[in-house]
Protein backbone atom coordinates (compact mmCIF):
# COMPACT_ATOMS: atom_id res chain seq x y z
CA UNK A 1 0.00 0.00 0.00
CA UNK A 2 0.90 3.17 -0.98
CA UNK A 3 2.21 5.58 1.46
CA UNK A 4 -0.33 8.31 0.54
CA UNK A 5 -3.27 5.56 0.79
CA UNK A 6 -1.94 4.87 4.38
CA UNK A 7 -1.95 8.15 5.17
CA UNK A 8 -5.89 8.56 4.61
CA UNK A 9 -8.21 9.12 7.88
CA UNK A 10 -11.65 8.71 8.38
CA UNK A 11 -13.14 12.15 8.36
CA UNK A 12 -14.59 14.05 11.23
CA UNK A 13 -18.54 14.93 11.16
CA UNK A 14 -17.14 18.47 11.63
CA UNK A 15 -15.01 18.08 8.04
CA UNK A 16 -17.97 16.58 6.27
CA UNK A 17 -19.76 19.92 7.66
CA UNK A 18 -17.42 22.24 6.78
CA UNK A 19 -17.41 20.40 3.06
CA UNK A 20 -21.34 20.91 2.43
CA UNK A 21 -21.17 24.52 3.66
CA UNK A 22 -17.89 25.58 1.47
CA UNK A 23 -19.79 23.47 -1.77
CA UNK A 24 -22.60 25.64 -0.68
CA UNK A 25 -20.78 29.14 -0.38
CA UNK A 26 -19.22 28.28 -3.60
CA UNK A 27 -15.83 27.95 -2.40
CA UNK A 28 -14.82 24.35 -3.70
CA UNK A 29 -13.38 25.23 -7.35
CA UNK A 30 -9.89 23.52 -7.01
CA UNK A 31 -10.54 22.36 -3.79
CA UNK A 32 -9.57 18.68 -3.07
CA UNK A 33 -10.27 16.91 0.61
CA UNK A 34 -8.12 14.89 2.26
CA UNK A 35 -4.55 14.82 0.43
CA UNK A 36 -1.50 12.65 1.93
CA UNK A 37 1.66 14.50 1.42
CA UNK A 38 4.92 12.65 2.46
CA UNK A 39 7.77 14.49 3.53
CA UNK A 40 11.66 14.23 2.33
CA UNK A 41 14.34 13.15 4.65
CA UNK A 42 15.71 16.27 4.35
CA UNK A 43 12.19 17.74 5.30
CA UNK A 44 12.03 14.75 8.27
CA UNK A 45 15.75 15.28 9.21
CA UNK A 46 14.49 19.58 9.71
CA UNK A 47 10.94 19.65 11.28
CA UNK A 48 10.91 16.21 12.56
CA UNK A 49 7.23 14.85 10.81
CA UNK A 50 7.16 11.98 8.21
CA UNK A 51 4.00 13.38 6.64
CA UNK A 52 0.20 14.43 6.67
CA UNK A 53 -3.07 14.34 5.67
CA UNK A 54 -4.23 17.92 4.70
CA UNK A 55 -7.97 18.24 5.62
CA UNK A 56 -8.63 20.72 2.29
CA UNK A 57 -6.12 22.23 -0.46
CA UNK A 58 -6.63 24.93 -2.87
CA UNK A 59 -3.47 23.71 -5.20
CA UNK A 60 -3.67 27.11 -7.42
CA UNK A 61 -3.60 29.56 -4.73
CA UNK A 62 -1.50 26.97 -2.81
CA UNK A 63 -3.55 27.54 0.32
CA UNK A 64 -4.15 24.15 2.75
CA UNK A 65 -6.70 23.92 5.49
CA UNK A 66 -6.64 21.83 8.31
CA UNK A 67 -9.46 21.26 10.71
CA UNK A 68 -8.54 20.68 14.27
CA UNK A 69 -10.72 18.89 16.49
CA UNK A 70 -10.37 17.88 19.85
CA UNK A 71 -7.55 15.49 19.82
CA UNK A 72 -5.42 18.67 17.97
CA UNK A 73 -5.39 20.35 21.71
CA UNK A 74 -3.13 17.76 23.32
CA UNK A 75 0.04 19.31 23.81
CA UNK A 76 1.77 16.48 21.98
CA UNK A 77 -0.24 17.11 18.76
CA UNK A 78 0.23 20.60 19.03
CA UNK A 79 4.22 20.26 18.70
CA UNK A 80 3.73 17.97 15.80
CA UNK A 81 1.08 20.19 14.28
CA UNK A 82 2.90 23.00 14.29
CA UNK A 83 6.12 21.10 12.94
CA UNK A 84 3.98 20.37 9.90
CA UNK A 85 2.70 23.27 9.22
CA UNK A 86 5.76 24.82 9.10
CA UNK A 87 7.17 22.23 6.56
CA UNK A 88 4.46 22.98 4.35
CA UNK A 89 4.90 26.41 5.09
CA UNK A 90 8.66 26.19 3.97
CA UNK A 91 7.43 24.55 0.72
CA UNK A 92 4.95 27.87 -0.31
CA UNK A 93 1.60 26.96 1.12
CA UNK A 94 -0.49 29.35 3.04
CA UNK A 95 -1.52 26.93 5.96
CA UNK A 96 -4.75 27.90 7.96
CA UNK A 97 -6.28 25.84 10.94
CA UNK A 98 -9.40 25.95 12.26
CA UNK A 99 -9.93 24.60 15.68
CA UNK A 100 -13.12 23.68 16.75
CA UNK A 101 -15.07 21.77 19.71
CA UNK A 102 -17.55 18.80 18.70
CA UNK A 103 -19.87 18.61 17.97
CA UNK A 104 -18.99 21.70 15.64
CA UNK A 105 -21.80 24.01 15.90
CA UNK A 106 -23.68 25.98 12.96
CA UNK A 107 -22.11 29.40 13.74
CA UNK A 108 -18.55 27.69 14.00
CA UNK A 109 -18.92 26.59 10.65
CA UNK A 110 -20.68 29.73 9.31
CA UNK A 111 -17.16 31.48 10.67
CA UNK A 112 -14.79 29.06 9.22
CA UNK A 113 -16.25 29.83 5.63
CA UNK A 114 -16.19 33.18 5.87
CA UNK A 115 -12.79 33.14 6.72
CA UNK A 116 -11.70 30.54 3.87
CA UNK A 117 -14.06 32.92 1.99
CA UNK A 118 -11.56 36.10 2.45
CA UNK A 119 -8.77 33.86 2.46
CA UNK A 120 -9.18 32.71 -0.62
CA UNK A 121 -9.81 36.26 -2.06
CA UNK A 122 -6.51 37.02 -0.24
CA UNK A 123 -4.70 34.26 -2.12
CA UNK A 124 -6.16 35.22 -5.35
CA UNK A 125 -4.51 38.70 -5.40
CA UNK A 126 -1.27 37.33 -4.67
CA UNK A 127 -1.41 35.08 -7.04
Request: with cysteine; glycine share 8%; aromatic share 10%.
Amino acid sequence: MAFRDRMKVKEARAEDTIHAALSQADLTRGYTRQIGFEFTEAEVANFGVYGTTVDGMWKEVRLIVFYDGPPHLKAHQKTKDEAIQACLEARGYRVERYPYRAPISKARVTEIVLNIGQVLKLCAVKG
